[in-house]
């Protein structure tokens, strides 16, 4: 299996209003690609930064089916949550294969 792990940290005078979005928007699209399984995380933080941090997580069955994913989808994805919260998110990706 390999995970695909997005890990944002964003203001948080939009969390409640991008959790939703992520929940009724954002993952559905992700979801119904039928490429592979979506769960919001958020990250228990020990150090306040200013920000509140959730992990996206893509679980795919393959490396393959993970590039075939990133190669039709996520440039679409990016785009659309960039314009929806531009300027209000950091990002760190992470892929992670299991052992």
């Known amino acids: 299996m390999?995970?695909?792990?997005?890990?944002?940290?964003?203001?948080k005078t939009i969390e409640k209003e991008w959790v939703a979005w992520m929940k009724e928007k954002f993952i559905p699209i992700?979801?119904?690609?039928?490429?592979?399984n979506?769960?919001?995380l958020k990250v228990e933080q020990i150090y306040d930064e200013?920000?509140?941090?959730?992990a996206l997580q893509y679980s795919f069955n393959s490396k393959t089916q993970m590039e075939y994913f990133?190669?039709?989808f996520e440039s679409k994805l990016?785009?659309?949550?960039?314009a929806k919260f531009r300027n209000k998110f950091e990002l760190f990706v992470t892929?992670?294969?299991t052992v």
Request: aromatic share 6%; net charge negative; glycine share 8%.
């Open 30 to 36: 992700i979801n119904d690609t039928g490429l592979c």
């Open 78 to 82: 990016n785009l659309l949550h960039n």
């Open 70 to 72: 990133k190669d039709k």
């Open 50 to 54: 200013g920000g509140v941090s959730f």
């Open 95 to 97: 892929v992670l294969e």
């Open 38 to 40: 979506c769960l919001l």
């Open 2 to 11: 390999i995970l695909l792990n997005n890990t944002y940290s964003i203001e």
